[in-house]
């Protein structure tokens, strides 16, 4: 199993070099059985890293490029009349996938975002009526540009409580990059990408992060940051219970990925920006005084005494 854990590390790294951190927290979303939701400028290799997910785990793959004219059966898919047989049938989207990308996702209306929420929560989608379980495992990795560019919609809050993780890959570092360029010099790293887990071995990771132990004085370090985001004054709405129970298993899926069988402070330290400030509404005076849900978190996690 941890062979295996290896050799898809090592898969994503001879894509995005220079990136071990945010290639980490993807693979902590995926042990944790979450949604990832990757931010930053075009061309940082958001979409690129979502492909590398794709191609090392060898499931089902679907990809749907979000623009403002997409519609909800565009994803969902519909209910269509076979005229040869005189009867209705249902026409799975794109959706009926192990592996969604959501590329650049803010770009769709909300009610096109919206069509997701079902599907994210509950793995399964409603249409016409009729419920229909999507496969297992299901994961959504949703690309987006900031909301500052233009053609942009900000996401509602309910779906961005539904990814485990938001955050950015940013630009790497000067020798990292010049040995992208040399990579992509004869053709793309992601042509020479060979399975290295299949849905078996995740599925049995996946049941191991649920075993890892957290113990009692851990997750209450954990609960009192939760709880300290919904009584902060400039903080307008805070963590959900949803947010604890995935800060609990992301928990559980970083310690695992650093091969320890009981999860660490450190743990939900490391995880409390990408897990938590994605969940936060800020009251207006914050917003407007230019402070940001990141920040926030930080403060609350430097203010709160740590378990011994």
Do not use: W
Request: proline share 7%.
């Amino acid at each position: 199993m941890r062979a295996e854990l290896e050799r898809l590390k090592t898969n994503l790294a001879a894509v995005i070099q220079g990136k071990e951190a945010a290639l980490e927290l993807l693979l902590i979303g995926v042990l944790a059985g979450g949604h990832v939701l990757l931010e930053d400028v075009p061309g940082s290799g958001k979409t690129t890293l979502a492909k590398a997910l794709a191609r090392s785990l060898s499931m089902q793959f679907s990809r749907v490029q979000f623009t403002p004219d997409l519609l909800p059966a565009d994803i969902l898919g519909s209910t269509l009349l076979r005229p040869g047989e005189g009867a209705f049938s249902f026409q799975p989207g794109p959706i009926f996938t192990n592996i969604l990308l959501a590329d650049e996702i803010n770009r769709a209306s909300p009610r096109t975002q919206s069509a997701l929420l079902e599907a994210m929560n509950e793995a399964q989608v409603t249409v016409d009526g009729q419920t229909h379980a999507l496969p297992s495992p299901f994961l959504v990795i949703a690309t987006q540009n900031p909301v500052d560019f233009q053609g942009t919609y900000p996401l509602p809050e309910a779906q961005l409580d539904r990814f485990l993780l938001r955050f950015a890959l940013g630009y790497p570092a000067p020798e990292a990059e010049l040995a992208v360029l040399f990579a992509h010099r004869l053709t793309s790293p992601l042509d020479a990408l060979q399975p290295s887990m299949d849905r078996a071995a995740l599925r049995a990771m996946q049941d191991e992060v649920r075993r890892v132990e957290v113990r009692e004085p851990v997750a209450r370090y954990l609960l009192r940051l939760v709880v300290a985001t919904r009584e902060h004054p400039e903080i307008e709405l805070g963590v959900s219970t949803r947010g604890a129970l995935a800060y609990f298993r992301a928990a559980q899926a970083c310690a695992f990925l650093q091969g320890r069988a009981y999860v660490s402070p450190e743990d939900v330290q490391r995880l409390a920006g990408p897990v938590l400030a994605h969940r936060l509404t800020l009251a207006p005076q914050a917003r407007y005084g230019g402070r940001t849900s990141l920040a926030f978190v930080q403060d609350i996690v430097a203010r709160t005494p740590v378990p011994a």
